[in-house]
T-cell receptor, first 119, second 111 residues
Framework: SAVISQKPSRDICQRGTSLTIQCQVD?????MFWYRQQPGQSLTLIAT?????????ESGFVIDKFPISRPNLTFSTLTVSNMSPEDSSIYLC????????????????FGPGTRLTVL | AQSVTQLGSHVSVSEGALVLLRCNYS??????LFWYVQYPNQGLQLLLK??????LVKGINGFEAEFKKSETSFHLTKPSAHMSDAAEYFC?????????FGSGTKLNVKP
């Protein structure tokens, strides 16, 4: 299985500021996903980040608010920009498609999440 | 359209009792189905998955699920609950390179 780490594990931020969340994987993966889990709710996909291409954002999420970088096959960052209390959530990184293969469902693993509180 | 519905946001069982967590799905193509567990302050861990083949799928920690196409269901069961099973469980569907998650069911196990 893939080992995924996220930094920071939690943070408390002031409104109007930005936070960058890092996701590191111990092996090369094709597809990386960023999810948001708001309090008491399920996971919502923010975007899919494939190395070498622009991230693909889901409806309701925009690049200006959630810019994503994917510089290589083991690392990605998600920035939550101009934060408001409504951005308080757990942000989860997940990966799929180890070894460069695009098949994500067979190799889907989740990071431990970043708990963000915006005051 | 793809969607996942989990019936019951909270389920409470006694230790040793049967665990049944319900999941129904809607999919325009044959689905891949998953159950994930999330312990407090942790990420999601895969319990089991159905892709093709045998419709009764066995997972970790004694859990199993049965894919019933006619009922569009993928309910999760465990014959005997353990205190360590207390967690939140998510049913998910995978199609077109995306996961669709249900709203989750929190399982409480009473001593």
């Amino acid at each position: 299985s893939a080992v995924i780490s996220q930094k920071p594990s939690r943070d408390i931020c002031q409104r109007g500021t930005s936070l960058t969340i890092q996701c590191q994987v111990d092996s090369q993966v094709t597809m990386m996903f960023w999810y948001r889990q708001q309090p008491g709710q399920s996971l919502t996909l923010i975007a899919t980040a494939n190395q070498g291409s622009e991230a693909t954002y889901e409806s309701g999420f925009v690049i200006d608010k959630f810019p994503i970088s994917r510089p290589n096959l083991t690392f990605s960052t998600l920035t939550v920009s101009n934060m408001s209390p409504e951005d308080s959530s757990i942000y989860l990184c997940s990966v799929g498609g180890r070894g460069g293969a695009p098949s994500s469902y067979n190799e889907q693993f989740f990071g431990p999440g970043t708990r963000l509180t915006v005051l | 359209a793809q969607s996942v519905t989990q019936l019951g946001s909270h389920v409470s069982v006694s230790e040793g009792a049967l665990v049944l967590l319900r999941c129904n799905y809607s999919s325009s193509v044959p689905p891949y189905l998953f159950w994930y567990v999330q312990y407090p302050n942790q990420g999601l861990q895969l319990l089991l998955k159905y892709t093709t083949g045998a419709t009764l799928v066995k997972g970790i920690n004694g859990f199993e699920a049965e894919f019933k196409k006619s009922e569009t269901s993928f309910h999760l069961t465990k014959p005997s609950a353990h205190m360590s099973d207390a967690a939140e469980y998510f049913c998910a569907l995978y199609n077109f390179n995306k996961f669709y998650f249900g709203s989750g069911t929190k399982l409480n196990v009473k001593p």
